[in-house]
T-cell receptor, first 111, second 118 residues
Framework: LAKTTQPISMDSYEGQEVNITCSHN???????ITWYQQFPSQGPRFIIQ???TKVTNEVASLFIPADRKSSTLSLPRVSLSDTAVYYC????????????FGTGTRLTVIP | NAGVTQTPKFQVLKTGQSMTLQCAQD?????MYWYRQDPGMGLRLIYY???????DKGEVPNGYNVSRLNKREFSLRLESAAPSQTSVYFC?????????????????FGPGTRLTVT
């Protein structure tokens, strides 16, 4: 089971690019890296997923180095509405215990 | 499309009481999940159902039972509530479990049920 380590919290000003790094030293060959976002009083929402190199969608980019022991979620030009908790998940979901949400990173965007 | 719905939104129980949390999805998903989230913590998987007719334990199944009533509905039952079960409970669904070429199947979460056991 590949557990993850993320910063507990981060602050950023509006309009800045935010990078949240996740460490997953025990990542297995078949593991994917997935990021979810959770607003207060809501369930998590899928943001992005990747296996290696770089993945980009309309919301974020995910950078994964060659050794895959870490990954970085990049949010371009954040706004106040990006204030949320961001979770990094690593696993293959072969079994229930392979999907693990850690404590996440609480991002606060400041005006 | 309502997505994933959960009832009730809030509930207060006394120790020893029982209750069932209801979850339904209208996305024709095969897989459904129950998580709990304690204050300031991440989500922990209680049970999941890979497909209609099957259920499996997650990380923290003790004190809970589940029923996959049909493809749409997945309920979570607390037979004898304890204060340690005070939490927010989230139901989620996905097209299926496992991995496709692009990774995990995305999970869609409901709004949660806030449960307090006194």
């Amino acid at each position: 089971l590949a557990k993850t380590t993320q910063p507990i919290s981060m602050d950023s000003y509006e309009g800045q690019e935010v990078n949240i790094t996740c460490s997953h030293n025990n990542i297995a060959t078949n593991d994917y890296i997935t990021w979810y976002q959770q607003f207060p009083s809501q369930g998590p929402r899928f943001i992005i997923q990747g296996y290696k190199t770089k993945v980009t969608n309309e919301v974020a980019s995910l950078f994964i180095p060659a050794d895959r022991k870490s990954s970085t979620l990049s949010l371009p030009r954040v706004s106040l509405s990006d204030t949320a908790v961001y979770y990094c998940l690593v696993g293959t979901f072969r079994g229930a215990n392979n999907l693990f949400f850690g404590t996440g990173t609480r991002l606060t965007v400041i005006p | 499309n309502a997505g994933v719905t959960q009832t009730p939104k809030f509930q207060v129980l006394k120790t020893g009481q029982s209750m069932t949390l209801q979850c339904a999805q209208d996305m024709n998903h095969n897989s459904m999940y129950w998580y709990r989230q304690d204050p300031g913590m991440g989500l922990r998987l209680i049970y999941y159902s890979a497909s209609e007719g099957t259920t499996d334990k997650g990380e923290v199944p003790n004190g809970y039972n589940v029923s996959r009533l049909n493809k749409r509905e997945f309920s979570l039952r607390l037979e004898s509530a304890a204060p340690s079960q005070t939490s927010v409970y989230f139901c989620a669904s996905s097209e299926r479990t496992g991995v496709l070429a692009g990774g995990f199947f995305e999970q869609y979460f409901g709004p949660g049920t806030r449960l307090t056991v006194t």
